[in-house]
């Protein structure tokens, strides 16, 4: 019987230890799962959030533009007691101070970037809203004329765009023409 009950024994302990080393094979492997689960999910999310970004950057560039030009003239046009109409008299000279409506598009190398063109926009100038020497590149300029405007945006602009193969650029530094059409100066309508 002695020896019956070692062999049970035995037998019992290999089982044991069969028992435990697949329980570690499998505690093992959902380990590595989690962390190749965890890295991948990171990756994704890594990816959509890079995506949203840009496009929010994109929107967020098209929408400053757009907002910085419609508050301005609103507080204008709140603040003026008389009536002033768009003049499209191609004699008048864009000069310091008017307000002009202009139609614009902008590029890098060539590539029309998104939020970089715009109709109808309503510009003071002087009011120093747009990119710097934007502005001082109309004075000077008639009613009716297309004018090509030649900027460089500033080294901490800190706004991307993407061109037309897929790669994310930044505006920092970058040089851009604008071809921009005078519609016309607000101011009083001679009767």
Do not use: C, W
Request: proline share 1%.
């Amino acid at each position: 019987m002695k020896k019956e009950n070692k062999k049970m024994a035995q037998e019992r302990r290999a089982a044991e230890r069969k028992k435990q080393a697949t329980m570690r094979l499998v505690r093992n492997t959902l380990i590595i799962a989690l962390i190749v689960a965890f890295f991948v999910g990171m990756i994704v999310y890594g990816v959509i959030d890079s995506r949203k970004q840009k496009a929010a950057e994109a929107e967020d560039a098209q929408q400053q533009a757009t907002d910085t030009s419609s508050q301005e003239s609103t507080t204008q046009d709140s603040s003026d007691t008389t009536k002033e109409t768009l003049l499209t008299d191609t004699s008048l000279e864009v000069k310091e101070g008017d307000t002009v409506n202009i139609d614009y598009s902008g590029s890098i190398d060539g590539y029309v970037f998104q939020g970089g063109t715009a109709e109808g926009q309503d510009l003071t100038i002087g009011s120093n809203t747009f990119i710097d020497d934007f502005e001082e590149q109309l004075e000077g300029h008639k009613v009716g004329e297309t004018v090509e405007v030649n900027v460089t945006f500033p080294e901490n602009y800190g706004r991307s765009y993407t061109d037309d193969n897929g790669e994310t650029k930044s505006f920092n530094g970058a040089e851009a023409v604008f071809t921009v059409k005078i519609n016309g100066i607000y101011g009083q309508a001679e009767e």
